[in-house]
């Protein structure tokens, strides 16, 4: 009852005029950007940062919960009408939403999308509201050397299972660990890294990293790669969605629901492999498997439901341990720190207002994008229009400003810059960005719970596997690792089947608009489609 109390309260705060609208302004932020390929979650985030240094605690995270459940949602419309994913995770929804639209049932497609997001989203709430409150009590009792297991856990986990490579996952993850000792050692007062610059004696600021890898980077790669030419985009027409779209698509929204949100809550992959595994089981249980590759409407509803529990499923370990398991995870926590908290085992007894105000202003969210989502596809489509030099012109211009308001020096734009140039470098060479980003997180807390377990030890290595919490979760890791290493591998098997399938039945719906974007790999999850 006390955790249903403390609910309460945050959805008193959530429901503030003013809170309310930063929930707004999230959602609507979110599906643009989820619309527009190239720009997701992550990215805009990381453009927004420099707003926690002006905006109260609530009203920033409120916002930035708001954009991610946003760009999950907002991917399935380019997926559906453009044959094109806004977001990774939107692949598999391009090729039976794509098959309706072109058979004049883009409505029911966009619908049962829109629905199935406010289902998967709510039920993955409720999973994080009761799930996170218990966990965090479990992990109240941790001392350094179990932090030191769970950041293990974290890094090794993220940087082998994000991105199509195990060892570049791991170059990423040094890369970024290397990055967050620049600057001066707190516990002994010595520079590190610097190179004699000054600049550097501070370290860099984690929002400038965040901004460089993630917008600018993004936005060179999309430049570099930019199509001219318009963009053909399939009329919404058809009935909207019939009695008999609702008996086929409520199993497969609580199936996804079901088969997303577990899948979120561990480093498998995430929304990826999670929409794979929905749509391989829906076409195991459908009993019209022919029209799948043809427009199945179980094969929206099933991977868009298990899209966004797997959203809420990303939160249960950031908000619980402090663990980023997604990109768009590790810089929500980028946004935690910059208010001086740290997400983990004391944030729901530290700062319970806010972290139960977040929970609810999902369920407010769930319920806006509803709303918008439903009568307004038409204009979210109409986004496509802009023309990209203005809109990542315009995304550098929002870069630089916010980079250089964290510390008004000249030198971060330089920084910003040079890590942008390192973010491009690392998607023309396949390198998962997010391990940095995690290393850079993660790092400096590391090291400090190394070094304090190693102190309270007196040297002995020993007391790291010494502890019954940490054998746990050392044996947990390996299992992990397997499991998810299976879940890759499930995932690439059922891409190469379901491109199969479709290429035999009508490969119109996988080739449409090839001529103006190319359509990414959905064997590779990790694989963004730019225009």
């Known amino acids: 009852m006390g955790d249903l109390g403390l609910l309460m309260d945050g959805f008193a705060t959530a429901v503030n005029p003013a809170y309310l609208l930063f929930a707004l302004l999230g959602v609507i932020v979110g599906t643009a950007v989820g619309v527009l390929p190239g720009i997701g979650p992550a990215m805009t985030v990381a453009l927004l940062l420099p707003l926690t240094y002006v905006l109260e605690p609530e009203a920033a995270l409120i916002m930035f919960a708001g954009i991610y459940y946003g760009g999950m949602y907002g991917g399935s419309t380019t997926s559906i009408l453009l044959n094109t994913p806004g977001e990774s995770a939107s692949i598999i929804t391009a090729l039976e939403g794509n098959a309706m639209a072109r058979a004049g049932r883009g409505a029911a497609a966009l619908a049962t999308a829109a629905i199935g997001s406010f289902v998967a989203g709510t039920i993955g709430t409720i999973g994080l509201s009761l799930l996170a409150p218990t966990l965090a009590d479990l992990a109240v009792g941790l001392g350094a050397r179990d932090f030191v297991a769970l950041m293990v856990v974290a890094f090794i986990t993220v940087a082998a299972v994000l991105g199509g490579s195990p060892t570049r996952g791991l170059v990423a993850l040094a890369v970024g660990l290397f990055v967050g000792l620049i600057g001066t050692d707190t516990l002994t007062g010595q520079q590190r890294f610097t190179f004699g610059l000054s600049t550097l004696a501070d370290g860099i600021d984690v929002v400038v990293v965040a901004v460089g890898v993630f917008a600018v980077g993004e936005a060179l790669l999309v430049a570099a790669r930019m199509r001219r030419g318009p963009i053909p985009v399939i009329p919404i027409g058809g009935k909207w969605f019939t009695r008999s779209d609702l008996r086929r698509s409520w199993p497969a929204w609580l199936r996804g629901s079901l088969i997303g949100f577990p899948i979120g809550t561990i480093p498998a992959g995430g929304a990826d492999v999670a929409t794979f595994l929905s749509y391989g089981a829906e076409r195991k249980v459908s009993r019209r498997k022919d029209e799948f590759g043809k427009g199945a409407i179980e094969g929206v509803a099933g991977p868009e439901a298990a899209n966004n529990a797997a959203a809420a499923g990303v939160l249960v370990p950031l908000l619980t341990l402090g663990l980023p398991t997604s990109a768009t995870a590790a810089v929500i926590l980028v946004a935690f720190q910059s208010y001086g908290i740290n997400p983990g085992p004391t944030l729901f007894t530290d700062e319970a207002p806010l972290v139960w105000a977040l929970i609810a202003s999902l369920y407010v969210g769930n319920l ?35 980079s250089y308001s964290v510390g008004a020096a000249v030198s971060d734009l330089v920084l910003l810059f040079v890590l942008g140039l390192v973010g491009w470098a690392m998607r023309v060479y396949g390198y998962p960005v997010a391990p940095l980003v995690i290393g850079l997180i993660l790092g400096p807390l590391a090291e400090e719970n190394l070094r304090r377990a190693l102190q309270i030890s007196q040297g002995d290595l020993g007391t790291l596997v010494g502890s019954t919490f940490t054998v746990v979760v050392y044996g947990s890791l390996l299992l992990l690792l397997a499991v998810s290493f299976w879940l890759k591998r499930r995932e690439r098997r059922l891409g190469e089947a379901v491109l199969a399938n479709v290429h035999e039945s009508d490969p119109a719906p996988v080739a449409a608009g090839r001529a103006e974007t190319p359509t990414p790999d959905p064997t590779d999850p990790t694989e963004r489609n730019h225009p």
């Not at 307004?376 to 802009?386: C, G, M, P, S």
């Open 368 to 402: 806006l994008l509803l709303v918008l989502n439903l009568p307004l596809a038409r204009v979210w489509v109409k986004l496509l229009q802009i023309p990209r030099p203005y809109l990542y012109a315009g995304i550098l211009t929002f870069a630089a400003l916010g």
